[in-house]
């Protein structure tokens, strides 16, 4: 049962801002905070419901909200400021059907349907300038007659709004970010571009797909002095790559690229292949375009970078079948630097400071969850509290289990790393419908799920904040002066050692939780100790995975493509590159072994003639005038095979012979 409180008793006095969260449900939208007491969600009753929402975008240091309204009358635009609660209503915004802010929150961007004599489409307002009192006028209009929710917005700005983009059949303009509504400053023509994305203060990536023999064309571009350059940085062209995707890093001087076509010649996946590359737009970089080197083959089912950037850059991918292995790689190399262990995953989910990272199984596999701590290079354990026979201190249980939750519809971290949400919304899971609120490393504390079943639930959304409002802090360490025992929940055998220790933790719930050993007939259990291909079988072989946890010991080898690989070993790999270069290398000693080959050859058969000529002379002599008179007789015929054009083509050389004869 969920309790009211006001957002000013609900702040803590100190100076993190409390975190809060955007739910919209089928009636109206609302905020929640987070109890500093009790780690519960709690509805603000300072915060005014919106009724009949259809849509909302929050501004990314959470100073802004922007909902669009249902109303009998058509639709229209609700902006409200999170700090003070004013509410501004644009006018004449019935037809508007999408709405998006630029990166700081300084202009709107809506988009209506096209109506004769309605003017254009795309409306760009700014939001510092918007009020109850004053008229209400767009800075800039752009035209748009046709929506695409996977090209919207048309209009992107850099990381700072210093630089704003509009892309236009066959063309992309660059216009002064700060002044929207002038002439673009200059134009970059790219035939055939489908979309692009930008990367920190100066990146650009454009796509091209290709067409009938022809490469699809991605370029990264890095403009300079307000100008869009003339070419690119670094340009990829891959064949048959329908779709593709470029995530630029957190500086913005790198980028991944990754490919996905819905075939796949090798017949492997259903759902068509992929590829993963690593672009480089630094001129001090030696190689600018880098295959990853995946560490198990198949298709990539996630790639994100650590938002850090601090720390040394570093990515994340999720490659294979089922079960999948997650990847620590590094952000300049490509190199492997840690695995995860083959687990049921295929979402990454990083929090802001990038400390920690979520490994999960979401969509169409069961919900398994695991946090870890990139810094420690471990799993975060959940310290549970349990009584001591021993003393009153008690031991505390560190365990290490999968958090699970099935219908996870939207997640993510909150802004100060601590807490990670999973909401389960229609219209995908239209039953169960409510929040989870868990701790950064996995542990429940809250279900929120107040008029929300079954099926009311429609978004949820963390409230942003800017990241020097919150330290960024390490896991908590375990009570002192109590003994940890450290047990594993989906290991029965250390779960056993940890029992053994403290003999009351056999009553405990995760003694209850802890599965026991399955009865394998005799008949079956040498066969691979009982894992068939069931159900059951496969599930279990998760907690038994063939590749755990571990470093990367970079020079050693490994058998990938899905096979069992030793713990924490990796296969040295090489880019496309230098594989290159060492197949040119190759073939050119190949055909200069070849040319010594033929030389020689020919050098023993010119020295065995010599040697024919030199035993007897007389026969050579006969042999060579009866050839001299088969040639004049070919060469008064019309047509020659390519043996008798050979021979005639000897003519001069076995007069030559022949004169030598003679003397």
């Known amino acids: 049962m969920a309790t009211k409180q006001s957002s000013s008793a609900a702040a803590s006095p100190a100076a993190s801002p409390p975190e809060e969260i955007i739910i919209r449900t089928r009636t109206d939208l609302k905020r929640l905070v987070i109890s500093s007491e009790s780690s519960t969600l709690i509805v603000d009753d300072g915060f005014t419901p919106i009724p009949s929402v259809s849509q909302q975008v929050i501004s990314s240091d959470g100073s802004w909200l922007v909902c669009l309204l249902k109303q009998n009358a058509g639709v229209w635009v609700l902006i409200r ?33 096209a109506t004769e004599g309605s003017g254009d489409q795309l409306k760009v307002y700014t939001l510092s300038t918007l009020s109850t009192t004053s008229t209400i006028t767009p800075t800039a209009t752009f035209p748009l007659k046709l929506f695409k929710k996977a090209l919207y917005p048309p209009l992107k700005w850099n990381a700072d709004e210093s630089l704003a983009y509009h892309m236009v059949t066959n063309e992309v303009r660059l216009y002064d970010g700060q002044n929207i509504g002038g002439r673009f400053t200059s134009k970059l023509r790219i035939p055939g571009i489908a979309h692009y994305t930008t990367g920190g203060i100066n990146g650009l990536g454009t796509f091209s797909p290709g067409g009938a023999n022809q490469p699809s064309k991605i370029n990264l571009y890095t403009v300079a002095g307000g100008k869009l ?20 890093s957190p500086r913005g001087d790198s980028a991944l690229l990754l490919t996905t076509t819905s075939m796949d010649t090798s017949g492997d996946s259903y759902y068509g292949s992929t590829s993963l590359s690593l672009l480089h737009t630094s001129p001090a970089s030696k190689d600018p375009s880098i295959s990853v ?29 089922m079960p999948s292995l997650p990847v620590l790689h590094h952000g300049v190399t490509g190199a492997p630097l840690f695995l995860f262990g083959e687990s049921h995953r295929n979402t990454i989910a990083w929090s802001p400071t990038g400390r920690f990272v979520c490994l999960a199984g979401f969509g169409n596999l069961s919900g398994g969850m695991s946090f870890w701590d990139r810094n420690k290079e471990k799993q975060i354990p959940i310290f549970t509290t349990t009584p001591s026979s021993e003393d009153s201190s008690g031991t505390v249980v560190s365990s290490c289990g999968a958090t699970t939750r099935a219908a996870a519809c939207q997640y993510g971290y909150s802004p100060s790393s601590r807490y990670f949400m999973i909401g389960t919304c229609a219209p995908r899971m239209n039953v169960e419908n409510g929040i989870q609120l868990l701790k950064y490393n996995g542990q429940t504390l809250s279900l929120y799920s107040q008029d929300l079943t079954p099926d009311h639930l429609r978004e949820v959304l ?30 029965s055998s ?10 009351s933790l056999v009553h405990s719930k995760i003694a209850a939780g802890a599965p026991r050993q399955a009865y394998v007939p005799p008949s079956q259990r040498a066969k691979g100790n009982g894992m068939g291909g069931s159900l059951a079988e496969r599930m279990r072989k998760e907690t038994t995975n063939s590749v755990q946890a571990g470093k990367v010991k970079t020079g050693s080898r490994i058998t990938v493509g899905g096979k069992k690989l030793p713990v924490g070993m990796v296969e040295e790999t090489k880019s496309k590159n230098v594989i290159k270069r060492e197949k040119q290398k190759a073939a050119k000693a190949r055909a200069a072994e070849e040319a ?35 040639i004049t007789e070919l060469k008064t015929k019309d047509a ?17 012979e022949l004169k030598q004869l003679s003397v």
């Open 293 to 321: 080197p995946l560490q198990k083959e198949g298709v990539v089912h996630d790639a994100q970078w650590c938002p850090s950037t601090t720390a040394a850059p570093n990515f994340c991918v999720i490659s294979g079948k």
């Open 462 to 491: 963390w409230v942003p904040k800017s990241k020097d409002r919150y330290p960024d802090r390490s896991a908590t360490p375990p009570p002192r002066g109590v003994k940890v025992v450290e047990a594993v929940v989906t290991n």
């Open 640 to 656: 020659l095979n390519e043996d008798q054009a050979k021979k005639v083509g000897m003519e001069e050389s076995l007069r030559e």
């Open 229 to 248: 350059p003339e070419r690119a940085v670094v340009g990829k062209s891959v064949f048959a790559a329908e779709e593709a995707v470029i995530h630029y």
């Open 596 to 630: 010594e080959k033929e030389k020689l050859k020919l050098e023993e058969e010119e020295k065995a003639k010599r040697v024919t000529n030199a035993t007897d002379p007389v026969k050579r002599r006969k042999k060579v005038e009866k050839l001299l008179k088969q």
């Open 494 to 503: 250390l779960f056993q050692a940890a029992a053994k220790a403290n003999p």
């Open 81 to 113: 400021n999170l700090v003070t609660l004013e509410d501004v209503l644009l006018p004449n915004t019935e037809r508007v059907h999408n709405v998006s802010l630029s990166p700081l929150g300084t202009y709107l961007l809506t988009w209506e349907k």
